[in-house]
């Protein structure tokens, strides 16, 4: 069993991204949404994302919570 709580966001064209709590709370909005339930196994609702924007999304907060990232390699994300 992995010790990693697990995230699921669903887009608003349905799309669910599933990722661990640290890479999902890379958002203040998320970290909130988190802090409030009672149980992380929930979906959480993104309306106003669809699932293209919300991968983008998702990759910039795993590079962003790599070890070793530098503030210029975040500056220079595409």
């Given at each position: 069993m992995s010790s990693k709580k697990?995230?699921?966001l669903k887009t608003s064209d349905g799309e669910e991204f599933k990722l661990d709590e640290v890479v999902a709370v890379r958002s203040e909005v998320i970290k909130n949404i988190v802090q409030n339930m009672d149980c992380t196994s929930n979906v959480i609702?993104?309306?106003?994302f669809n699932g293209k924007t919300m991968t983008k999304i998702v990759k910039y907060w795993k590079k962003h919570s790599e070890e070793g990232v530098t503030e210029d390699q975040l500056k220079n994300f595409d």
């Open positions: 697990l995230i699921t609702p993104l309306s106003k």
